[in-house]
């Protein structure tokens, strides 16, 4: 491992671009549990607009909906991966930007309902220099949760890092 060990902040390893490359088609991080309560629920219906029943009127989701109660929207659980890739995934030394590149086959199979907590498991499947500086992965991605067989959301992420190539090994 490279000599930056952890990044303090974060815990999580600091590798260089042959250690990361090492990681090939392992599991290279498991988040730990975040709860998806009734509050997250409803800030993410406000920020997105989508105020459907199934997600901010508990009452009403327990009376005519499958699920027992309110379920989180299907994107909170998609957009929640970049806080927990940020809690268990490496990092580049150099720590360069990284941004968002796509999403395949995403899929969600199973409703988190309110108060339920979720975890990502995140796979390096790939990991490719489209350009130089520019290094294309991609994650295949297992949202948990907590109790269950099923998971709520498997998906293949792609990310870019955008790195000063003489700085970073």
């Known amino acids: 491992m490279s000599e ?5 902040a974060t815990k999580v390893r600091v590798l260089t671009r042959p250690e990361m490359r090492e990681l090939i088609g392992k599991v290279i991080g498991i988040s730990p549990w975040i709860l998806v ?22 009452e009403r ?16 659980t998609l957009s929640l991966l970049v806080r927990m890739a940020n809690l268990c995934a490496p990092l580049l030394v150099g720590n360069p930007p990284i941004i968002n590149f796509g999403l395949d086959k995403i899929r969600w199979l199973t409703p988190v309902k309110s108060g339920q907590r979720i975890r990502g498991r995140f796979t390096l499947a790939e990991m490719n220099e489209k350009t130089p500086g520019r290094i294309l992965f991609r994650h295949s991605v297992s949202v948990e949760i907590e109790g269950e067989d099923r998971a709520a959301m498997v998906a293949h992420w792609l990310t870019a890092a955008l790195m000063d190539d003489e700085a970073t090994p």
């Open 37 to 58: 309560d009734q509050a997250r629920i409803d800030g993410f219906a406000d920020v997105t607009e989508d105020h459907q029943f199934l997600h901010v009127d508990p």
């Open 61 to 76: 989701a327990a009376a005519e909906a499958p699920f027992g109660g309110t379920i989180a929207h299907g994107f909170l």
């Open 4 to 8: 930056t060990a952890t990044n303090e």
